[in-house]
């Protein structure tokens, strides 16, 4: 049988050789004790890319949100997340299970904004009947809202609003490479402002596990803190760090190649008789598509899917792999496992979806 192409997610993305060998070479040390030599070089390497004075590894990007809103937020104050945020969504309400605390959600744009108005008049008055905001997360790129990256412009102006308020940012930067490059610009530009960044190694970074928390050394400090009790304080860490490494003197310069990728499907689904794809806001590795309203599924694709209505669930269509999200509307994520030859082989496959 020949290799699925497995577009379900940019988390399916296997080590690369290089990293294989780095995990294998990797020096070693006790990481509760801030003694492993190659986790302590990614968080310096980390923060340095991010332009924050220190970083954390954590073993995902939930913990990394977790951790930083754990950090920013005192028990019974409120967060503003966005209604189609990963954190509100997806992260089995560990804020508030954890955390205590409350979230109000507003709507998330198509583009992965929450209007400023909207922010602004979320924000509570001091009022003993409320809760205290005490933040504002933000998602870059938005993985619900077609994985738009958000821009340098609205991100200042939130922050601007959140320390006006005695708020603090956070950024769910799990894949905040992705923004950069969709937008030409150093990854630094994209949190100057905020006060604290979540990123994933382990999505189009290919590393096998692992995320960065960054942010000023005093966060850091009580970050770590709130990492161990958690239970995400891991000891020879370095295994991982090591593959994270590679991630970043490695692979972000081929995230380009899989947003090039993403452009061709979007060229072709668009094609595509009975499917629609919104062009013109697709700009990073996610896409999104639709079976166009009173069009029939084709057979195939109903057997396929009979009995399946708990979403998102797997299609597979010969080799291709993704994912049905809710009823008629289908995600592809590229990723470096995703070559040219697999996107066109997608496209081939992806007619036959309709009769
Ligand atoms: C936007 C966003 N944030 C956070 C996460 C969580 O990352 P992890 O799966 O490493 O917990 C994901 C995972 O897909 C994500 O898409």
Redesign the pocket.
């Known amino acids: 049988m020949s290799k699925m192409i497995d577009l379900r997610?940019d988390?399916v993305t296997l080590p690369t050789d290089e990293m294989r060998e780095a995990i294998a070479n990797a020096e070693l040390g006790d990481d509760v004790f801030q003694e492993d030599p190659t986790v302590n070089k990614l968080e310096a390497e980390a923060s340095k890319i991010m332009g924050k004075e220190a970083g954390l590894l954590v073993p995902?990007?939930?913990?990394?949100?977790l951790v930083s809103v754990l950090v920013h937020c005192e028990r019974g104050t409120e967060i503003i997340v966005g209604d189609k945020?990963?954190?509100f969504y997806?992260?089995a309400g560990g804020i508030s299970a954890f955390g205590g605390i409350h979230s109000r959600q507003l709507t998330n744009q198509l583009d992965g904004t929450i209007k400023l108005s909207d922010i602004k008049s979320a924000i509570r008055v001091d009022n003993i009947h409320f809760p205290r905001t005490s933040a504002i997360t933000l998602?870059n790129?938005?993985?619900l809202c077609n994985g738009s990256p958000l821009g340098p412009k609205y991100l200042g102006e939130v922050a601007k609003i959140a320390h006006d308020n005695e708020m603090q940012l956070h950024i769910?930067g799990?894949?905040i490479f992705n923004a950069a490059v969709a937008q030409g610009l150093d990854v630094k530009d994209l949190i100057t402002d905020a006060d604290s960044v979540?990123f994933?190694l382990?999505?189009g970074l290919s590393a096998p596990v692992g995320?960065i928390i960054c942010g000023n050394e005093e966060f850091i400090y009580n970050a770590r803190r709130i990492r161990k009790a958690l239970g995400g304080g891991m000891r020879q860490a370095g295994i991982i760090a090591a593959a994270g490494i590679v991630s970043l003197e490695k692979m972000i310069d081929h995230i380009r190649e899989d947003h090039n990728n993403t452009q061709i499907l979007v060229e072709g689904i668009s094609k595509i008789e009975g499917l629609v794809v919104d062009k013109k806001n697709i700009k990073s590795n996610i896409l999104y598509f639709d079976i166009e309203k009173g069009r029939e599924r084709s057979l195939e694709l109903v057997i396929q899917t009979a009995n399946k209505d708990l979403y998102p669930f797997d299609i597979i269509l010969d080799d291709i792999h993704f994912l049905e999200t809710s009823p008629n509307r289908f995600r592809l994520v590229t990723h470096y496992g995703i070559k040219h030859e697999g996107v066109e082989r997608t496209l081939m496959v992806l007619e036959r979806m309709i009769d």
């Open positions: 997610s988390t995902s990007g939930t913990m990394g949100n945020s990963h954190t997806y992260e998602e790129t938005h993985n769910d799990a894949r979540t994933c382990s999505k995320s």
